[in-house]
């Protein structure tokens, strides 16, 4: 959640879709769904998204005036199932003291929806809270708030998946420091594990890493064997050392190996990892040490170990931040991403199959 110095100033200019244009691909569609024009604030970030039960779409950010303003709020909108046109933005989460961020929708295979936010008690994200909703009728309302960590600089940012012994995991991480422009080395990556049966949330080990890592992804490879990838720690600029961190864990996410590099560089920025139907893991992430763009996907067929598939998803001289991506049932992959100083919320639409094109 934190700003790139490079482009963090921009300014977006292009309002209309017509005028968005990113570089494109054949095989892509591509969505601007919300920019500086829709009156939640021109800060609009990161993104999640959902498919709901009855085949809707569910997106959630956060809008205000800034990274760091006072008073943002949680915003959610319906794509309804066939419709053309995202229904306008309406507050789902808001504290009356406090400013919210970090929205992370998803629907259980119960039919529960799940709408996990950070609460920011201080100046920086180190003093951060994670809360937690529920909505029992399609995301149309929302419960009262619960606090679902009390330790300072807990965050969230992934959705969770669901274990093969039915039991959720969501990715958290626990970010310290209390510079805007630093993630110190002592930041950690670990998850909170939801017991079904019992209906109880548990917190697991902990990645750590030379550097410090954050906002992890995970996937199960096969029963209790995970592997996640996090954004690496450190600070923002032109940098010769900085990739996506790599840990696993063969007890259901209880403990983890210590987090390794990989050969995918890191501008300390957030990505995604999900696994799809087919059993291919897909990875969102910007190739770069320094700079947001682009936004390449890649695809892994032998469990993580190679993604010989890549392709640029966005290119061009933008910030093209925090993926977040779903399969559809329909096969489809769905990507949303912010851009334009983090004023413009995108969609892709792609596929496995254009992934793997020459």
Known sequence: MRASPVLAGAVCTMLLPSAWSPAQSPGVIYERIFGPETPTGPYKHPASITELDNGDLYLVYYGGGGEYAAGTAVYGSRLPRGAAKWEAPRMVAQDPFRSAGNPVIW???????????????????????????????????????????LEAGMMVRGRPIVLSDGDYLLPIYHETGHDTEFVGPDSTSLFLRYEVRNRQWRQTGRIRS???????????????????????????????????????????????????????????????????????????????????????????????????????????????AYPYAIQTRDGKIHVVYTSHGRQVINRAISSEEWIMSK
């Open 107 to 149: 629907q259980g295979p119960d039919g529960l929806v799940w709408l996990f936010y950070v609460v920011r008690f201080g100046e920086t994200w180190s003093d951060s809270r994670i809360q937690v909703k529920i909505s029992r009728d399609g995301a149309r309302s929302f419960s009262d708030a619960s606090l679902l960590t």
């Open 210 to 320: 030379a550097y410090g890592n954050i906002q992890p992804a995970v996937v199960e490879l096969a029963p209790g064997h995970l592997l996640a990838f996090c954004r690496r720690g450190g600070g923002y600029g032109p940098a010769s050392r900085g990739y996506i961190i790599r840990a696993e864990s063969r007890d259901g996410g209880w403990t983890w190996s210590e987090g390794a590099e990989t050969e995918f560089p890191n501008p300390n920025a957030a990505i995604d990892l999900i696994k799809l139907r087919s059993g291919r893991l897909l990875l969102i992430y910007n190739p770069s040490m320094s700079e947001r763009t682009p936004l390449t996907v890649a695809l892994s067929e032998d469990q993580g170990k190679t993604f010989p598939y890549r392709k640029n998803l966005a290119e061009g001289r933008n910030s093209f």
